[in-house]
């Protein structure tokens, strides 16, 4: 069974700081990786998608990396923004079926 | 292309009442899947259609939940009866292949 893990649990930073979100899963053998962003009683929005032979992905001020013979992928978030204040999901891709971490909630103080 | 669409976003009934949940997918989008969250836990994984079949429904709670998914476009969800614990985030997700999934904005269930 798959296990997905995100540390820090909440992250609280300054505007314009860089932000590193981690993500741990328990079984290598996943087909792909997605980073998805929540905002308070909103649905889930897809940031990065990251296929299982990537090393990772980058859009815009996001980048995500891969490793899977580790079991892990960072996400980073470049020059906080206020706006970037949410809940960053993390799922892992087993035949089909997603699992999901608990999140980290970002707080970006202006 | 327009998203995945989900109503209502916000229902509340009383235990033992019984309520359907729709999500229409992203045309052409073989796969579906529901998904929910319930208080304090992560989103968990309900079931999966390719079309109008369901591919693996392995994490439905119990028989009090049903879903179909009629000519393979849009699914209904149905909780019958409603019990407390059913309290949540009920969320759909559309695919093609297992490439990017796609979700809705969830319905919010309460159950009084």
């Known amino acids: 069974k798959q296990e997905v893990t995100q540390i820090p649990a909440a992250l609280s930073v300054p505007e314009g700081e860089n932000l590193v979100l981690n993500c741990s899963f328990t079984?290598?053998?996943?087909?792909?990786l997605q980073w998805f962003r929540q905002d308070p009683g909103k649905g889930l929005t897809s940031l990065l998608l990251?296929?299982?032979?990537?090393r990772e992905q980058t859009s815009g001020r996001l980048n995500a990396s891969l490793d899977k013979s580790s079991g892990r992928s960072t996400l980073y978030i470049a020059a906080s923004q206020p706006g970037d204040s949410a809940t960053y999901l993390c799922?892992?891709?087993?035949?089909?079926?997603?699992?999901f971490g608990a999140g980290t909630t970002v707080t970006v103080r202006a | 292309e327009a998203g995945v669409t989900q109503f209502p976003s916000h229902s509340v009934i009383e235990k033992g009442q019984t309520v359907t949940l729709r999500c229409d997918p992203i045309?052409?989008?073989?796969?579906l899947y529901w998904y929910r969250r319930v208080m304090g836990k992560e989103i968990k994984f309900l079931l999966h259609?390719?079309?109008?079949?369901?591919?693996?429904e392995s994490g439905m709670p119990n028989n009090r939940f049903l879903a179909e998914r009629t000519g393979g476009t849009y699914s209904t969800l149905k909780v019958q009866p409603a019990e407390l614990e059913d309290s949540g985030v009920y969320f759909c997700?559309?695919?093609?292949?297992?490439?990017?999934?796609?979700f809705g904005s969830g319905t919010r269930l309460t159950v009084v």
């Open positions: 990251i296929q299982s032979s990537q």
């Open positions: 079984d290598s053998a996943i087909y792909n």
């Open positions: 799922a892992v891709i087993n035949d089909y079926k997603l699992s």
């Open positions: 045309s052409g989008h073989d796969n």
């Open positions: 997700a559309s695919s093609q292949g297992r490439g990017r999934y796609t």
């Open positions: 259609f390719v079309k109008e079949s369901k591919q693996d």
